[in-house]
Nanobody
């Protein structure tokens, strides 16, 4: 089992920045691909970014490329999502998720992940 707890959400004006974090506990953190998803009201949960064991292996959805950066600190069992140049359409509940490394890194659908956090709200005002 892996337990995930997100933090760092909040409200920010458009163009601003925010960093959300996800602390993991349980099984060996470094053995998991970590992903961030988001879900806006009335919408399906969508993939945002994923990172393999090393921060040199990352993948992003097109709408956040160049604005968001995913990273991880294996010593702290934590994954981060730095969000810059935020837009109103980035407003959503952000979830972190974990999947076994054996499934690969480019894991862009929710069903590929085994463990989920409770989510943290990010609101961008225009």
């Amino acid at each position: 089992q892996v337990q995930l707890v997100e933090s760092g959400g909040g409200m920010v004006q458009a163009g601003g920045s925010l960093r959300v974090s996800c602390a993991a506990s349980g099984r060996t953190f470094s053995g998991y691909v970590m992903g961030w998803f988001r879900q806006a009201p009335g919408a399906e949960r969508e993939f945002v970014a994923a990172v393999g064991w090393s921060i040199s292996t990352t993948y992003y959805t097109d709408s956040v490329k160049g604005r968001f950066t995913i990273s991880r600190d294996n010593a702290k069992n934590t994954v981060y999502l730095q969000m810059n140049s935020l837009k109103a359409e980035d407003t959503a509940v952000y979830y972190c998720a974990a999947a076994p490394m054996s499934r690969g890194v480019v894991l862009t659908t929710a069903r590929m992940y085994d463990y989920w956090g409770q989510g943290t709200q990010v609101t961008v005002s225009s």
